[in-house]
């Protein structure tokens, strides 16, 4: 009973403790009405705001010239910063509690659009926010207006912006060269005006992980998907944090890339399991696009005969990704796409989008 009670006084000390900060103006709890997440995360008793799904990101309005915020990783988690639509710099936290400067020194009297994007996936490092700092006569001005489109996508090493950042396909991968704002996922999201969540991680398949001994892995990205935070397993995520217009699966490499392979019945099971708990998170009406690998056959009549006898009307896949990129120029760190081949496969999704959304082209450049 003793320890229950201490339990609760010390929830109650936080929510207290955050509160204060909030009335004081000077610093806010990370869980602030004026700032934005996109993407999934969990929330304390004491507002602090945890998250590591790649991409996920915040955003706010500042009238004023600079804010920082207080935050922890569990291992290291590279970020972007941008500042009305450009980006201003990169950050990388490291370590348990750290004050991390979002912007300083802006100039011009006037209010700023701000986001921050984390650009490493969650594998190798779980982000949590404590709370905000705001600089000499500045505040945050409300939460901004959302986009009425919103996309989320599934997927394994294109998706997270694997070595996009590297220089050649001969560079050895690192943790900076990943940058989820360079895939085609947020090129799309750009291009389409949405909001968007990754839910992707290096290296996992459908059925199969990559170089996995056996021809179906225990723990693929049909588990994964189910998670809150994709370090931890035991979050299981509610699907109640945004609801998607369109969700574009890209699995399928790490199943097919190297021996021994799946079965097509393994390959169909896992894969039709993903798009059964996608329809029993959102529904009927939402529609699902399923990208075709570079690998193509068998991936593509694989996942073509999938769609067919689905008899799902807002069900769709796309030709094969084999011919949209090269493996020289094309290509960032440790073979994988760079900002090009990136590029590249976004201009080869954009019309399926457009068709299948009933979306307009627009006139404006997809990068």
Not at 179 to 208: E, M, P, V, W
Not at 301 to 330: C, F, P, Q, W
């Amino acid at each position: 009973m003793e320890k229950i009670i201490a339990i609760l006084f010390f929830v109650l000390g936080c929510v207290c403790n955050c509160l204060s900060q909030d009335k004081a103006g000077r610093q806010l709890p990370a869980n602030t009405a004026s700032v934005t997440y996109v993407g999934r995360t969990v929330t304390n008793a004491c507002g602090e705001v945890t998250f590591d799904w790649v991409g996920t990101y915040f955003e706010f309005t500042l009238a004023g010239q600079s804010v920082a915020m207080r935050a922890s990783d569990t291992g290291e988690s590279y970020y972007n910063v941008f500042v009305d639509g450009r980006l201003e710099k990169t950050f990388l936290i490291h370590s348990k509690d750290t004050v991390i400067t979002i912007v300083s020194n802006l100039k011009g009297n006037r209010a700023h659009h701000i986001r921050v994007q984390k650009r490493s996936e969650g594998e190798f490092g779980c982000t949590t926010i404590k709370g905000f700092m705001l600089g000499n006569k500045s505040s945050l001005d409300g939460a901004l207006p959302r986009p009425s489109r919103f996309i989320e996508f599934i997927g394994d090493s294109f998706t997270v912006g694997y070595g996009a950042d590297g220089t050649n396909r001969e560079q050895d991968f690192s943790v900076e060269t990943e940058n989820a704002d360079k895939t085609y996922a947020c090129i799309l999201a750009r291009y389409f005006q949405t909001d968007y969540a990754l839910i992707a991680h290096s290296g996992r398949g459908a059925a199969r992980n990559y170089g996995d001994s056996l021809t179906s892995s225990r723990y693929t990205m049909k588990d994964a998907m189910l998670n809150t935070l994709n370090s931890d397993s035991s979050t299981r995520y509610k699907f109640d944090q945004y609801k998607p217009d369109l969700v574009i699966i890209n699995l399928g490499s790490n199943d097919f890339s190297t021996q021994p392979i799946p079965s097509q019945i393994t390959f169909e099971k896992a894969y039709l399991r993903i798009i059964r708990q996608l329809r029993d998170a959102y529904g009927p009406e939402v529609k699902i696009l399923c990208v075709v690998s570079r690998l193509a056959d068998p991936v593509e009549s694989y996942i073509a005969e999938i769609v067919e006898r689905a008899g799902d009307i807002n069900l769709h896949h796309t030709a094969s990704l084999k011919n949209v990129m090269n493996n020289d120029s094309d290509m960032g760190a440790a073979w994988h796409p760079g900002v090009r081949g990136q590029q590249k496969m976004a201009t080869f999704l954009v019309p399926y989008v457009a068709t299948v959304m009933d979306w307009s082209l627009e006139d404006r450049v997809i990068k």
